[in-house]
DNA sequence: ATTTGTGCAAATCCTTTGCAGATAA
DNA sequence: TTATCTGCAAAGGATTTGCACAAAT
């Protein structure tokens, strides 16, 4: 993989941003960086990031697009109801599935985060 | 709702079939039953069933189609890496997000099933 | 009769791809 | 040099929608 002002600015951006952009946001911020940069190359070279393992697509609560994540650990995703904000959250609990080879665990959760849930106790 | 052929077909199918269907898929099967049935109107349906919690939607590995799946309690999938089967697992794991007010769970495992695993360590 | 649902085709949204020119090694 | 990468525009796949007709209440 050749290291080119496009994914440089890719990169940079996954490792700053922890709110698991889309694709056309991690664009859109490229722009800023990069403005030459075209939609097509940053779909291309997120999808080889996660060929080679090195950033995770996820999709929550059925929606369409893909987000992205350079946090490529086993952990859940906790998407607050009413800020909509994502969360990384480490989880450890005991997998017990008898014969079962588990490789990859992927958790979604969704409710109210602490801040949100005070608010609306108070409502 | 009303109730109309296509939507009797489209429950029946669900109902009958547990391995997680994508809207295509149930149309297929519908066409057997019901062969004016459309596919934008399975998608119409699936779309409303699940706006009213009746069917669950669900995106394995960031699948870009989504599957339903009539069973709408917490649970979590299992999709064996070799056969491709998707299973229904029962979990149940202390959640402990101090603050945080837990709505609704979605986990998604992948690795091997139990029969696969004994023909990967006999291989 | 009135409201809701349907099929069809076209539109939309997200993502991928072919190609000819550009760039890193 | 030469293999890989890029932007562009066009294609692709999944899903949604406008509309006129059909069916359920």
Redesign the interface.
């Known amino acids: 993989m050749r290291i080119t002002k496009q994914r440089e600015v890719i990169l940079k951006i996954l490792a700053e941003r922890r709110d698991h952009p889309t694709a056309f946001e991690i664009y859109e911020h490229a722009k800023n960086l990069f403005p030459e940069i075209s939609l097509s190359t940053v779909y291309r070279t997120l999808k080889e990031m996660?060929e080679r393992g090195e950033v995770i697509?996820?999709?929550m609560?059925?929606e369409?697009k893909?987000r992205y994540d350079i946090n490529t650990g086993n952990h859940a995703h906790?998407r607050c109801?009413n800020c909509g904000r994502i969360f990384d959250?480490e989880?450890l609990?005991?997998?017990k599935?008898?014969?079962?080879?588990?490789?990859?665990?992927?958790?979604?959760?969704?409710?109210?985060?602490?801040e949100c849930?005070?608010k609306?106790v108070m409502a």
């Open positions: 996660v697509e996820i999709r609560d059925g369409t893909a906790f109801r959250i989880i609990f005991p997998l599935l008898i014969g079962f080879k588990v490789e990859k665990v992927e958790i979604y959760i969704y409710g109210l985060c602490d849930a005070k609306e």
